[in-house]
């Protein structure tokens, strides 16, 4: 069965420093998401996309968060300036139709800032 | 918030003993979905009730839904140890498929 995969699955990074979490969602899929989930806390959205466009978008991601589909298989999230609360796992998720349709997950990216 | 209380927060049970968990929400919607997430793994879709649906069954899973009180349960019947993990709530109430989770209940089936 077709799976969306992310990499890296542990990502280490220095406070103020920029970083790329990569995704590879199910390839005849059209909406593109991300969620993120503190540790011990609920799976909170981040951003939703389709069509090369920002669908909808979270108060959580602001100026400092970016996506991006560079090309026909990837999709990645950028944090310009990471800060401390932003450690978390990151889940990407994909889905065929943004509409009654279930997504599907990859198994996440812990993001841990020191 | 779109998204209200999952109860219990965790459950406890015996292999072959059922398990059901309550989602509460507090906005219309179009969709609740149910997913299970393993420790340190990502989100697996169990099951998708539309807006329109009262009940529906997937093997040993079957979910009700209910607009008018605005929830939904999960149960679980004959229970089996891989059966442990967290399971969630999520709505889905408009059209960019943004899911809305709740805190999820985690439910451990002891062999």
């Known amino acids: 069965e077709p799976e969306v995969t992310q990499t890296p699955s542990h990502q280490v990074t220095q406070m103020g420093q920029e970083v790329i979490l990569r995704c590879v969602p199910i390839s005849n899929h059209l909406y593109f998401y991300w969620y993120r989930q503190i540790l011990g806390q609920k799976v909170e959205f981040l951003v939703s996309?389709?069509?090369?466009?920002?669908?909808?978008k979270s108060e959580i991601f602001d100026d400092q968060f970016s996506v991006e589909r560079p090309d026909g298989s990837n999709f990645t999230l950028k944090i310009r300036s990471t800060k401390l609360e932003d450690s978390a796992m990151y889940f990407c998720?994909?889905?065929?139709?943004?509409?009654?349709?279930?997504?599907?997950f990859g198994d996440g990216t812990r993001l841990s800032i020191l | 918030s779109q998204q209200g209380e999952e109860d219990p927060q965790a459950l406890s049970i015996q292999e072959g003993e059922n398990a059901t968990m309550n989602c509460s929400y507090k906005t219309s919607i179009n969709n609740l979905q149910w997913y299970r997430q393993n420790s340190g793994r990502g989100l697996v879709h169990l099951i998708l009730i539309r807006s329109n649906e009262r009940e529906k069954h997937s093997g040993r899973l079957r979910v009700t839904l209910d607009t008018s009180k605005k929830s939904s349960s999960l149960l679980i019947t004959a229970s089996r140890a891989a059966d442990t993990a967290s399971y969630f709530c999520a709505t889905d109430g408009g059209n960019t498929g943004k899911l809305i989770f709740g805190q999820g209940t985690t439910l451990q089936v002891k062999p």
């Open positions: 996309f389709y069509n090369n466009e920002i669908s909808e």
């Open positions: 998720a994909s889905s065929w139709t943004g509409f009654d349709q279930p997504q599907h």
